[in-house]
């Protein structure tokens, strides 16, 4: 039985809002690396109809989440049909599909990465047929993660050697998109570590730079994940706000994480608030830029200590606790004294000899009374901004 | 006196080395958060002739590392003179000069990315005139270390802006240098926290695609410090070799650091030795790949708990396990045994289809007979891969 | 100008709160490791002025905050005296003292650990007299922060001397205590790292541990700060509650930092809320365990970018997060739905067997007709608990 | 085949070295988070033989290693029967056994600290027959690693609940030892997190406070690991001497591990080569402090990326490693120069003042007349001597 907090109420979740679970993130069975599943697989079907019941507007996929690997075409033919008759029923859709390239041992070493030319050449093949079924189930967006492009033994191969790889990779596939005239774009998905030692590419940072080295740059962006980044213990927000400066921000994987641990994917918004709250902030645009315009992808799973009702009490979770922070980012952002705070500080003098270098600019600069000190005794209020923006997101302030 | 250790040896430095310090590193007093200076402040002239004695080849600066805060004109032009000479009379060169837009209080909240035009407009001046030496002084490179262009109140701006305003910067500084016809090249340097809790741009990563969005990207790379990376458990190694793929690797920072603490800046080799080998044979190019043929600098410091004969000490210690650590790759990769583990697989058949798509390649993948159960019960050798190489550091094996 | 935010409301502080902070915490002139101070330095007697203003009810101090190092007698009675009668005009009390023992150089490499016994000696008689001070002020907790007892060449000293000189100091001063016949127990501080690369007796943990090896073991406590368990990435939560589980919960620094990153000392909530809310549960006991009866002391400091308006309102701050937490606390502690998910699994006949073995215990455990596979399979319903935890915390659940 | 790297040579191991592997160690077959396992499973006799032919000393396990959860008694005492046979067939024992308390799903939130007390009485039971398998087999050590006592949803139990579960079991398990009449000592071991967001007593320190709290605190010691500590960042080899001071180190795993990642559990020696080097030191005692005289277990396993050939180059690489640091140990603490710079500083007149507080010592230390300033201005040569260590690791100083 689900719980009745969410019924009827402002912050029940509706297609606009864009949510979407993976079949394997409600589907996890629990199963870690100390100890054995505790809960039964539950069939693609059977997700669809408890997601869309839930208040969920789309299901995301690996191709072996939805085919068993190895199966045959007949197989998958029936399979697919299946599926795809379960979302019309649910009226869900897929909005993003990818391709697991590392539970299999044949990726033990990498996949588009491997030393081995076999191993990648399955890989690139798999991946074809991956995105073939992404774009049949009417996948937008094609997610790439490496998981296992990495290493422990550092020695075993140039990390330039890597690099170069991934590039093949990646133009090949961007190129077979072309060539098939599909619609659907790639988001690349960065990680630090685990399980590798160490992942190439291992941030969001370094994964945008790898992208403006592409053939096709322009189809390829980023899936930052939460957890990912806060491993590192980089800021989530700043490297999510550069890639959405670089309109780079094609998908997101929205979940929690402490920094510094092993990979926790946990429900979104039950640690680090103030990020989860930032975060929203930036993408719905509540303090003025733009707004993110894809999904919500909640990549995260179910304490190990929960049986299924718990899972669906998890999903409903992340959509709330998203939605409560969209209000208290609105709540934030209209506040008078925060837009004080906050405001540009202008100077109809000074700004355009900032931008667009010209020697009479540079003189300008040169000419202008400073008085470092002065300047510098100028306190900015930030330790009110910050006490009134835990004030909000505790819902002490009236909105 | 100095310590007889590198007398008559083979790992004495040589100017080929091109090993540099900072003024600010074997200059450091040894003031922390909790505590006050141990050491007397050296003069510029007393460090120069020290660094030749001890070996190295070139000295870099901060313009207020020579140049005291607010000097007058006269005085900054009497202190260059007596500076050159001493350079001269050591024989010594600067390779590398940079801006200090950290110590003063006017860049308490970022200098770039203040949201005072005031602010950012001292900014850009000081930074042109800190140019302005640097290349009188000698230097090739202009280091950018953003160390307060962050925050701890995240509310207080938009990230977008202040990567757009660091833009505006760097486009605005990169057009000074070509107005001016200097022959220089900036080189940015990333780090993630400390003294702001999240700095913008935190990683090599993010700061090598930050450098594919400005108007004169040519003319600038990276400089990567081992401290900065490591600090958020990043692998050092995977991200100089990225830049160094990407032709970025315009300077490096060398020293050493424990994951997840305090900005340490130890001794270079002092800490997590298998990723100091791993970055000497990336450098020197010993596995085959391409060499860096820039300074070597050292940004370190000694402990607080040395005088001033610790601090020469120290120096002396970084160039040396430097060489020891060359000779060590060197011995590594000649070895026959690990030519063997690390040779690549090629396969004529398949090399081929891995790169360029062609709607021919994609077919011939399809086609090809790949038996992925057998593929992943292959071992790859790397335990013993990475014991050789451990043995290789130590000693043990005969080169 | 003060904020208003704190007039006439609940969560104005009030004496009972014994909200305390240190001379050195708003008396912080913001200076850090690349950067100036920014704010001029306060007298000791405006500092307790102003706390009193803002609704604290005690003020802390290390030895050196009021007496400057190296005072004569005279000055240290002057000072005294001044500083008594600007608490009496306040209404303040002092309730706890410490020793600096890290700012001069000659603490540099440790004080009571130092391998030079007239460091050592120094150190002890340095603490004498700055207990003579605390007790002097009516301090009833003398803690002690070891913060240079460490080191980064280990090498430098076995550190079972180090912790066997520690012990040494401890017990030399708790008989002092004795025999002078003050009245005040001893609080030991616990941080991993920084300013020192290890420091001995990194956590809680282990200074409890140390604790159970002292001659007088029953005056000495601990002194837990949320910012240095949570540099090393630990549970503060468990930590102290391990603590109060042993009655040595004597003192406790409260504020805030994110995992793996020098010591930032936020102003209390303004990271990581679910550990402070249920760091403020735990304190308060509103669960049903003890509740801590001790100061509840900010060691915190107000961003650089603060001017000392800023300051002031990071003291209130810090103060108002922990009185809303309170009330969350009350209000998710007496929602029913979470009293029946936390409610003890109480069992008749198997309880007694758990506790006080005996043989026929043990043979009652054997007989016992114990389902592990259907134990397993029983759900927490720790999702739904923890999300109702985020939602009270939130303000979205009503009390 | 085995490699030849070890033949005839002074790193070869030898039963005086006490070296031990788990069964679970090198009988992993690679599974993890993310991907199925990559090496068949081993018998645990076909296990007992190569390691014996590698030159290991002892294999130890976790019950269920050798008995399948669930065996009847019959199956019990067959699979003990033979195992047996096989270690004597091999020369092998088995130092140390433990519990497996986390696979199955009955265990998922936590054994002896679980809210069920029909979990409780299940893990206290399976316990007690895990010692009487451990006595069986000859074990003189009885390792207890609650990996799953711990928590994400915190709220789910009052941890000073937790302890006093723990504190209960472990007093029950001592006494069924007792009375028993066992020839068998508990040794303790912590970890911070995974696969708990949490786990109670999280380091060396934290459970050596523990034990001193138990009824029969002589039986019980600790098992520290070092990948365990080093995930938090903190210094194990401080937590071990701490241990080591305090008699309490009764069992130790070695491996390896980055600092702030997933629980790696590498090949000894293969990161952070100063850590092990120091550890060695300080197990060997070659700096002159006691030695330890426990068997060195190796709690590791090969990567994923390995087939059986390469598992037992890891089991080597760990024993070969671990004595090459030996004998750079003894070469490092008996060379004159570092010998003079660890000198202890012994003052005749101040060192007796320093322990057992009297009225006339604190006296003494008044009057002392000691320079601050001079003492602060001595080096202590800390940079010199770290050099020498690293030069002695690397085997570049004469032995």
Redesign the interface.
């Known amino acids: 039985m689900l719980?009745p907090?969410t019924e009827n109420d402002r912050?029940a979740p509706t297609p606009e809002d864009q949510f979407s679970f993976g079949l394997w993130t409600v589907g996890n069975p629990?199963?870690?690396?100390?100890?054995?599943?505790?809960r039964p697989q539950l069939e693609p079907a059977e997700i669809v109809c408890k997601l869309a019941q839930c208040g969920a507007w789309g299901v995301n996929l690996h191709d072996n989440d939805l085919v068993p690997f190895?199966s045959s075409a007949a197989e998958r033919g029936r399979i697919v049909a299946a599926f795809k008759k379960s979302l019309r029923d649910a009226g869900m859709v897929v909005p993003m599909a990818t391709t697991n390239l590392?539970?299999?041992?044949?990726?033990?070493?990498g996949a588009y990465t491997s030393?081995?030319?076999?191993?990648?050449?399955?890989a690139?093949?798999k991946t074809?047929e991956g995105i073939d079924l992404g774009v049949e189930l009417g996948a937008r967006t094609y997610v790439f993660w490496g998981?296992?492009e990495g290493?422990?033994?550092?020695?075993?191969?140039?990390?330039?050697t890597a690099?170069?790889h991934m590039r093949?990779?990646i133009?090949?596939?961007?190129?077979?998109v072309k060539?098939q005239g599909y619609d659907i774009r790639f988001a690349l998905e960065a990680k630090?570590?685990?399980?590798r030692?160490?992942i190439?590419?291992?941030?969001?940072?370094?994964?945008?730079?790898?992208?403006?080295?592409l053939q096709h740059e322009e189809m390829v962006g980023v899936n930052p994940e939460v957890a990912h980044e806060t491993?590192?213990?980089?800021?989530f927000?700043?490297?999510v706000?550069?890639a959405?400066?670089?309109r780079k921000l094609f998908h997101i994987d929205l979940n929690a994480q402490?920094?510094?641990?092993?990979?926790?994917d946990?429900?979104f918004?039950?640690?680090?608030?103030?990020q989860a709250f930032?975060l929203v902030?930036?993408l719905e645009g509540t303090?003025?830029?733009q707004r993110y315009g894809g999904p919500r992808h909640f990549d995260a799973h179910?304490?190990?200590?929960?049986?299924?009702?718990?899972?669906w009490?998890?999903a409903?979770?992340c959509m709330?606790?998203y939605k409560?922070l969209v209000e208290?980012a609105l709540s934030?952002d209209s506040d008078p004294e925060?837009r004080d705070?906050?405001a540009?500080?202008?100077?109809a003098e000074?700004?355009p000899?900032?931008?667009?270098?010209s020697?009479e600019?540079?003189d300008r600069?040169?000419a202008?009374d400073?008085d470092?000190?002065a300047?510098?005794?100028?306190?900015?209020?930030?330790?009110?901004?910050?006490?009134l923006?835990?004030?909000h997101?505790?819902?002490?302030r009236p909105a």
Chains 1, 2, 3, 4 share one sequence.
């Open positions: 719980s907090m912050y629990g199963r870690d690396p100390f100890g054995e599943a505790v190895g590392f539970s299999h041992p044949v990726f033990k070493d030393n081995d030319p076999k191993v990648r050449a399955f690139l093949r074809m998981g296992r290493s422990e033994a550092d020695a075993c191969r140039d990390p330039r690099i170069s093949d990779a133009d090949f596939l961007c190129a077979y060539d630090p570590n685990e399980p030692g160490d190439y590419l291992p941030t969001t940072g370094h994964m945008l730079h790898f992208i403006s080295t491993m590192a213990g980089l800021s927000v700043h490297g706000a550069q959405m400066e670089a402490r920094i510094g641990r092993y990979d926790q946990l429900r918004g039950s640690e680090d608030l103030k930032l902030r930036l303090s003025g830029g179910a304490y190990r200590t929960e049986d299924q009702a718990g899972v009490e998890f409903r979770g709330r606790t409560i208290r934030f925060v705070l906050v540009e500080h202008n100077d000074i700004d000899a900032l931008t667009g270098y020697r600019k540079a600069l040169r202008l400073l470092a000190d300047l510098g005794r100028r306190g900015c209020g930030y330790e009110r901004l910050d006490q923006m835990i004030e997101m505790l819902g002490v």
